[in-house]
């Protein structure tokens, strides 16, 4: 099984001969008479019945079970979806799988087992009950098909399609949650730290550093004047240097768009 070239190699006993047995590239194109012509798409399990004549394959990226004989002369389309594009008339049973990933045979080989990953369920198939190809005639109908109860989450009944209005109301509902859950999420919350300040005063100039400045937010210094706070300075980097007058008190903190550090004063 070669998952990543979605194909299946043929090796002898010996390993001396290796041919391609089934997969003509990522494709869902079914060659009812030849493996090697029919496309595959990951595929992820491989069982071979008790009598030796037949191997079934999960064909896990088109979601179906296709059983081919041994010498790679036939193929039979067990469960998934028909390609609408080929003019061909199969029978399969609808299982509605999602991403099949293994499948073994039980001993009388008249059932499979099939692992429905998806869907996270294992089901039991009894292919005897599987309708046999049927050969494409015009005008002809196919035969009723043998259903399983839909997987858990979708809907077997049809259901009247929603109005403008009410769909305009869904919509809206839903971006009112979205905004809602982000609003509430924690890591829409940004939380920057109170400054660490390494000062060192020169005469009239002061040198600061911020030990602590995250990266993208400004480093905003304030004082108060005539019962109003004033701001002196408004930086990127986490270095600069201010010239004073006189010895006033200095307001320091971090701030960005939306969020602002707790503050730190100094003398």
């Not at 290796?18 to 595959?40: H, I, M, P, Q």
């Not at 809602?180 to 060192?200: C, E, G, M, T």
Request: glycine share 8%; aromatic share 4%.
């Amino acid at each position: 099984m070669d998952r990543g070239n979605n194909r299946i190699l043929k090796i002898s006993a010996d390993g001396r001969s290796v041919e391609l047995f089934a997969g003509a590239g990522k494709g869902n194109y079914l060659d009812l008479a030849c493996a090697r012509n029919t496309g595959l798409i990951d595929p992820a399990g491989i069982a071979v019945s008790p009598d030796g004549q037949s191997l079934f394959v999960n064909d896990s990226g088109n979601g179906r079970v296709l059983r081919m004989s041994v010498d790679g002369g036939s193929v039979e389309l067990i469960a998934g979806p028909v390609p609408a594009h080929q003019n061909i008339q199969v029978n399969p049973l609808k299982l509605g799988l999602s991403w099949p990933s293994g499948i073994t045979v039980a001993p009388n080989g008249r059932t499979i087992f099939i692992v429905d990953s998806q869907n996270n369920r294992v089901l039991s198939v009894e292919i005897d009950r599987q309708q046999q190809i049927i050969p494409p005639t015009p005008n002809q109908k196919p035969q009723q098909q043998f259903d399983l109860p839909p997987p858990p989450g979708h809907s077997q009944f049809h259901t009247t399609p929603p109005s403008d209005s009410q769909r305009s109301r869904d919509n809206q509902q839903k971006t009112n949650q979205s905004a809602k859950r982000l609003k509430a999420s924690p890591s829409n919350k940004i939380y920057l730290p109170k400054p660490k300040l390494q000062v060192k005063r020169t005469g009239k100039k002061i040198a600061i550093k911020a030990t602590n400045k995250p990266r993208n937010c400004f480093l905003v210094i304030t004082t108060r004047i005539r019962g109003k706070q004033r701001t002196i300075k408004r930086t990127r980097r986490s270095t600069t240097t201010i010239q004073i007058k006189r010895k006033i008190r200095l307001t320091f903190h971090y701030q960005t768009k939306s969020h602002r550090s707790p503050k730190r004063t100094i003398a």
